[in-house]
């Protein structure tokens, strides 16, 4: 907070708007390590207050720089964990959601009559299966996944939500 009132309004915007925008574009050109170690740089050639001056006068995070300025004294360059952002898929929260679905669907199915396909075809909607999770297998409503999920769950499984069309008999041909 310090550094801040030590500024004066002059010092805080002496970059030129060409310079700042050269600066944001040779950053963007640069991913992970490199592009806070190059902000680090940056911060290190503007001298005393140079974290504060690049998150007013750049835009820059003084997290990332602070990171970039680590990375540069300790010579250990940190990796990132862009994998484990996100959100978790439905399988990962409920192990057993695949077993449950097959358990509600197994029993109703019905495959195609003509057997031109092994496709298996469910009677039963996405919702009533979101339904009877909740009601048969005792899964929370706020834990239950929505039902587009569940119909998407229910595809990688290999049901089609379409009725069965009946086998229609061959006509006779006259000769």
């Not at 907070?1 to 970059?15: A, G, R, W």
């Not at 820059?60 to 990375?71: A, V, Y």
């Not at 097959?102 to 029993?107: G, H, L, S, W």
């Not at 909607?125 to 996944?145: D, H, S």
């Amino acid at each position: 907070m310090t550094d801040h009132m030590n500024f004066t309004k002059e010092q805080l915007t002496h970059i030129s708007p060409e310079m700042k925008y050269f600066l944001n574009q040779t950053r963007d050109g640069f991913k992970g390590t490199e592009r806070r170690q190059f902000m680090a740089q940056v911060v290190l050639l503007m001298g005393k207050g140079g974290q504060r001056r690049a998150k007013y006068e750049l835009g820059w995070d003084r997290d990332t720089i602070r990171k970039g300025m680590r990375e540069l004294q300790s010579g250990i360059i940190c990796i990132d964990n862009f994998s484990g952002r996100g959100r978790k898929r439905a399988e990962e929260k409920l192990p057993f959601l695949h077993e449950d679905i097959k358990d509600i669907i197994e029993p109703l199915c019905q495959t195609d009559p003509t057997f031109r396909s092994t496709q298996l075809y469910s009677p039963i909607t996405a919702k009533e299966v979101r339904n009877r999770l909740i009601e048969l297998k005792g899964y929370l409503i706020v834990e239950v996944p929505s039902v587009i999920t569940i119909n998407r769950k229910m595809n990688q499984l290999g049901y089609s939500l379409k009725k069965v069309a009946k086998c229609k008999p061959k006509k006779k041909f006259q000769k």
